[in-house]
């Protein structure tokens, strides 16, 4: 029996026992993954997905794809050329089952993109859907808060309007061209601390480079200069 499931925006046509790489996902070598978006199993077709279809894949290795050369070269009075090389980060999975029902019920971890997702949120989309069932009934709903806990909300907005700033964090924002929104993205990829920006490789920054779709701006404002100045303290 085959699958077709689709992960990181592409389509893959599946067997058991079958050896793919995938866009990278946030799972260690030796776990098992389960994917959800299956479009079509044996002679089923999707609407657009199987409802309970999975396909589950046991985690080989983390690699990286082959060496790409991008050149740009713009044409201006004071042009400038620039060359970068970039490798995709990938997963290599082996297919282990085709599941054709069942999979919502699994308990299996689902298979997600790295740094999309918290490792709370993978274990939220990895339990039974079941658990949904286990609501309180409305005669257990608590009574509505008086016009007295509006202050409460007010503070929530406000928590949720600032910018998600990791406990310990560096303040980013002393980086030339950070402020709060790019601060909440550098946050969210896992950067948290000058000294990580100032180990950075050329690789790291071209990654970065594509997560942020700065194209070269990091090289530009001297944002690894700028960290290791700021992590002497």
Known sequence: MFAVLKTGGKQYKVAS?????????????????????ILMVGDTVGTPTVEGAGVQAEVIEQIKGPKTINFVKRRRKHSSKRTKGHRQQLTLLRVTEILAKGADTSGVMAAVGAGSVSAAAVAAVAAPKKAKAEKPAK??????????????????????AAPAAAEGADDLKKLSGVGPALEKKLLANGVTSFAQIAAWSAEDIADFDEKLSFKGRIEREGWVEQAKELAKG
Do not use: H, I, S, W
Request: aromatic content about 2%; proline content about 5%; glycine content about 4%.
């Open 139 to 160: 005669e257990e709903k608590p009574a509505k808060a008086a016009k007295a806990d509006k202050p409460a909300k007010a503070e929530k907005k406000a928590e949720a």
């Open 17 to 37: 026992g079958d050896v793919l790489r995938v866009e990278k996902l946030a799972a260690a070598a030796g776990e098992t993954v389960q994917f959800n978006e």
